[in-house]
């Protein structure tokens, strides 16, 4: 059976265990096995808790076939970035990638919800600091949405923003749906 490691920021939520278990139903529906992080049992009293968290959720990327990451934005205008490292991960293994975002804005767009941005006299938009705004009308860096393209499907957005962009899971069944077709060869 297909194994779907689950990334995201999901694992910061008050409610993160219940998240985690909805998601790994949504996957069992579908016929796929659910990984979640928080799946790992770290005691985070220990010394070394961040590198038990670390080596545990990479043995369970070795483990799986794919990677359902949720790049909804965390925290700014992008991506949580463990999550971005956990899809590069999958990518650089060949496995297959696929990710979701509940806030269908581009890039640019969310970058100027957080910060003053201008136009530079070449033309460019710039952030208070001077620096180059990525602007290629992209949901978001053209690294995590060209890794997407190449190594598993677009990336998946809903038309308009959820009320609750952290429990709205349709994006998400919407990837399920894909990893499945593609596990039973329905799509490629």
């Known amino acids: 059976m297909t194994k779907i490691y689950l990334a995201g920021p999901d694992v910061f939520l008050p409610d993160a265990i219940e998240i985690g278990r909805r998601k790994a139903a949504i996957c ?48 700014g205008p992008s991506a949580d970035a463990g999550t971005v490292y956990e899809l590069g991960y999958m990518a650089g293994r060949g496995k297959l990638c696929l990710a979701y975002s509940n806030d269908p804005a581009v890039y640019v767009e969310r970058v100027k919800r957080n910060y003053d941005v201008t136009k530079s006299a070449t033309g460019h938009l710039i952030d208070r600091d001077g620096l180059t705004v990525e602007d290629f009308g992209l949901p978001d860096n053209l690294m995590m949405i060209h890794t997407l393209d190449l ?37 490629d």
């Open 28 to 75: 069992a529906r579908h016929g796929l096995i659910g990984l979640y992080p928080l799946d790992n049992a770290v005691d985070l009293a220990a010394a070394h808790a961040s590198l038990a968290i670390f080596k545990g959720n990479e043995a369970m990327m070795d483990a799986a076939d794919a990677i359902i990451a949720n790049l909804t934005p965390f925290r």
């Open 151 to 187: 190594h598993g499907a677009r990336l998946v957005t809903p038309r308009q923003r959820p009320q609750d962009i952290w429990h709205d899971l349709t994006s998400f069944e919407a990837c399920v749906a894909l990893a499945a077709d593609r596990a039973t060869g329905k799509s």
